[in-house]
């Protein structure tokens, strides 16, 4: 493998970081969309979180689930079980030292696939929209998976 300096300084590890920023801002705001639908549908899990809406059996009423703020939940838990492998996968990917054109192929494929996933879960739209998207993103951390263990297979 190269020098560290030179790695970093590569256009592959540069778009790895820019794709990489883009899909943990997209998980960040998952947060973000969470609170939003649980204040505006006053739907707590945690007792000290229904402090502003009452006290005592009045607060209480706002211990309660909404599909609302489920499905979101469930999307931003789909991007933590999805984002987390394409991070580090995509780290060694970047690393193994593969043209950039293919780099970018997966790197945009992935992103591409994540926000859609996001927007098909939070619409939502009919599926296999979702599956679709979901199976493209991981299908994408698949092969640059393939292409580390093939580049560097030390066993």
Known sequence: MAELAQLIDSEVFLAYATYTTIVLLKMMLMSV???FFRITRKAFSNPEDTVTFGKGENAKKYLRTDPDVERVRRG?????????????????YALSGPA??????HFRIFVGARIFHTIAYLT?????????????GYAVTISMAYRVLTTGLYL
């Open 33 to 35: 969309t969470t609170a």
């Open 76 to 92: 931003h838990l789909n991007d933590l079980e999805n984002i987390v492998p394409f991070i580090v996968i995509g780290l060694l």
């Open 100 to 105: 950039l054109s293919t780099a970018l192929l």
């Open 124 to 136: 939502p739209l009919p599926q296999p929209s979702r599956g679709l998207s979901w199976a493209a």
